[in-house]
């Protein structure tokens, strides 16, 4: 497609609740990107991809969050047991490699622990 | 990560230039200016970048101090649809950690009509 497309757009989900949060990059996109985003504050790095290679993960905050990228392009960010905290915008990006490169952003995932 | 400074806010008028500035005294050789800009429920969205030489494409234009210690981004003509957070941003794209954007606090610009 012509941009990120991000999936579900919003999610609500009870504390303890396992989520699912898809990423299809654009076509071609070698790097992907996971950020969270809280209200009123600038994104935050989760981790990096290149291709199916999990380069970088130092962002992710606990054990409960996985990212997966099994075949370099659709990737997925589970969140297990999620709790109040993980409340927030969860946003992905791609571009198309690890070079001076614009990332482009798809529109996030707002999700809501209750 | 060096770390970039911004105003926390700026009016404009619309239809008037807008200079975004933004200082990254400890700027090293290889790090890159990138600026994005975040419109309301939406994800961040690109707008330029530059290493040393003043750039321009149809979005802005960003203006690099001799010395690389600041920056701006300049609107030429402000619209309404420019009123955002906008950050600017150092990429050092030589380690795989340097491939990550670190957003800091970034500029609400209003725009007036």
């Known amino acids: 497609g012509a941009g990120v497309s991000q999936s579900p757009r919003y999610k609500v989900a009870k504390r303890g609740q396992d989520v699912a949060l898809r990423c299809d990059p654009i076509s071609g996109h070698v790097s992907l990107f996971w950020y969270q985003q809280a209200l009123g504050q600038g994104p935050e790095f989760l981790t990096y991809f290149q291709n199916e290679a999990q380069l970088d993960k130092s962002g992710l905050p606990s054990d409960r969050f996985f990212a997966e990228r099994p075949e370099g392009s659709v990737s997925t960010l589970k969140i297990q047991r999620t709790q109040q905290e993980d409340s927030a915008v969860y946003l992905c990006?791609?571009?198309?490699?690890?070079?001076?490169?614009?990332?482009?952003f798809g529109s996030g995932t707002r999700l809501t622990v209750v | 990560d060096a770390k970039t400074t911004q105003p926390n806010s700026m009016e404009s008028n619309e239809e008037e230039p807008v200079h975004l500035p933004c200082n990254h005294s400890?700027?090293?050789?290889?790090?890159?200016i990138h600026w994005y800009r975040q419109l309301p429920s939406q994800g961040p969205e690109y707008v330029i970048h530059?290493?040393?030489s003043n750039v321009n494409n149809r979005m802005a234009s960003l203006a690099i101090a001799e010395d690389r210690k600041s920056s701006t981004l300049i609107l030429h003509r402000a619209t309404l649809r420019d009123a955002a957070v906008y950050y600017c941003i150092l990429r050092d794209v030589r380690e795989t950690s340097g491939s990550r954007l670190t957003f800091g606090e970034g500029t609400q610009l209003t725009v007036n009509p």
């Open positions: 400890t700027i090293s050789g290889t790090d890159y």
């Open positions: 990006a791609s571009s198309l490699g690890a070079g001076p490169y614009g990332y482009t």
């Open positions: 530059g290493l040393t």
